[in-house]
């Protein structure tokens, strides 16, 4: 695929916009993207979205599988990054864009071990819970990775799994049903966030939008987590030595507000589902899904078909749900 | 529980695993034109266990495959770079296709495209390869320095030697080039600057670095790229000196 035309005049007001701090869009050059999330109805399903116009959507789930040779006591991590070619007109599916961002989500998420994999150990050597966050790029404008390390993150505090354990008497697994057990949070680390620069002769532009970057020849990512460690550093252009101080300083407050934005979100959510704490009565299991090893090819994928949400099996009525039947009712 | 080894002892001295000191760089060996007369440009870098090959061709035509896209204006810079199976202690099936393998080139591409004088051949195409046979730490950078140097060896024009080096903070001190065996231990930033003008070119971070001490690491690593870049220099002018000798 070409790369995209871009107009002499439109590339001059850009460069020249920022020689005098002055941005498409009337942000000023170190002024961050208004990030919004949302989450949905099912566990670990995250929308963000950076003003104006870039949207990631970020699922995870999780099933029960074989650990990897290398790390029988962990369980696996993967992450898979889909850019609609509806959001760039342009066919992406084997270009360098997703695999760019799924190395930047690896790298931060993954190899700098944000996500506990040792607590989904189920079974040493045997078993663990795969676990699996699917990024899909709905709305494309700059700053996917910023984006799309948002929507994980949000994806994977909010998660929730079944519990599974190896009954100690008859040595086979049983996956409890969310609705008869407390469900598991993902045990995260820390929490990464990433933010991107363009970079122009010496002045830095937070946050890019998609013009700038295509215009404006260097990209700085910084990514922070929330104790201030630097968890990730890419650059694509010449950068002195103070500017790129100043970007990490800039970088690291704008992480530690955004992250305590998406912590508070995450809360309110957490209220909101209303998850009991399940007490099994005394006595044998009456319930419960009781399976051989053997069986356990074939169940995961029933498993992970019929994953219902949340919201279907909470036994206790919310707020929200009264609310609905009053409509209902009224209408 | 952690146990006080005989490391500990050393690291009271201020000596690493190893028995460096922390400003040391491990022993550094290179060659030009390892691969003649194939290859237009070729170097091998050593850093302690760490080799890494680097051959350039051309410039030459552009590939017919390639030709449909190429602004005839241009110049196409192709970086490919790959490890051996046997390179690292885990024995790999496939090198190539591997996201960080692809990460590696791409990055390689950006840096090349950065240190190549533009358009200097336009319509033509140069290929960069580089294979990594051993890794102790500090790869990325021996791959950078590797290229810079098969490039100079190749006759290529460039504005500036792009060289590189890891760097580190562990126990409030800064370490330089760090190896297999100290990675598993603290952070690994790569740092790569442009020899004349002291800029930044290349930073990788792998695990976890406070914030706060990015500048005393940085400013470590830009003193270990002035050895790395003193050594490259040397190295060329060794043999440009022969070729002279020869010719007279």
Known sequence: MKPKTIANCTRSLVKGGAKNGIRLGARGIHEFRTAKISFGNSVGSCEAVLLPGTRVFAQASAAIGEPSDSRPGEGAFTISVWVSPAATGEMVGSSEKPSAIARTLERMFKENRAVDLESLCIKFGELAWILRVDVHVIEMNGCLQDTAALAVLGALLTFQRPQAEIDVNTDELVVLPLAECTPVELHLFHLPAVMSFALCDEILLAEPCQEEEDILPGKLLVGINDSKELCHLHLTHPIEQELLLEATKLAQAQCLDRLNMLKGLVEEVKTQREVPIYKRPQGPRATGTVLSLSALETSSRNRSEKKPSIKYLSPLITASDINMLEELCIL | ?248
């Open chain 2, 1 to 248: 529980m952690a146990y006080r080894t005989h490391l500990d002892d050393l690291w009271e001295q201020q000596i690493r695993p190893d028995g460096r000191t922390p400003h040391e760089l491990r022993n550094i060996t290179c060659q030009m034109g390892i691969f003649h007369p194939q290859a237009s440009g070729s170097a091998s870098f050593n850093i302690g266990n760490t080799k890494v090959m680097a051959a350039v061709y051309g410039p030459h035509e552009v590939r017919s495959s390639q030709k449909k896209h190429h602004n005839p204006d241009k110049m196409i810079i192709n970086c490919e770079y790959s490890s051996a199976t046997f390179s690292s202690n885990e024995r790999k099936s496939s090198t190539k296709a591997d996201r960080k393998s692809m990460e590696i080139s791409s990055n390689l591409r950006s840096v090349m495209e950065h240190i190549i004088i533009p358009d200097i051949f336009p319509g033509s195409q140069i290929d960069v390869y580089v294979e990594l046979l051993q890794d102790d730490g500090g790869s990325y950078s021996a791959c950078i320095n590797a290229a810079t140097l098969a490039l100079v060896d190749a006759g290529i024009p460039i504005r500036d030697y792009a060289v590189a080096i890891t760097a580190t903070m562990s126990h409030s001190v800064c370490m330089v080039d760090i190896n297999a065996q100290e990675r598993g231990q603290c952070a690994e930033l790569t740092i790569g600057v442009l020899a004349q003008s002291n800029e930044i070119i290349v930073l990788e971070l792998a695990n976890l670095l406070q914030n706060f001490y990015l500048k005393d690491v940085l400013d470590e690593g830009i003193k270990g790229c002035a050895a790395i870049y003193k050594i490259l220099e040397e190295a060329v002018r060794q043999k440009f000196n022969k070729m002279e000798q020869s010719l007279v």
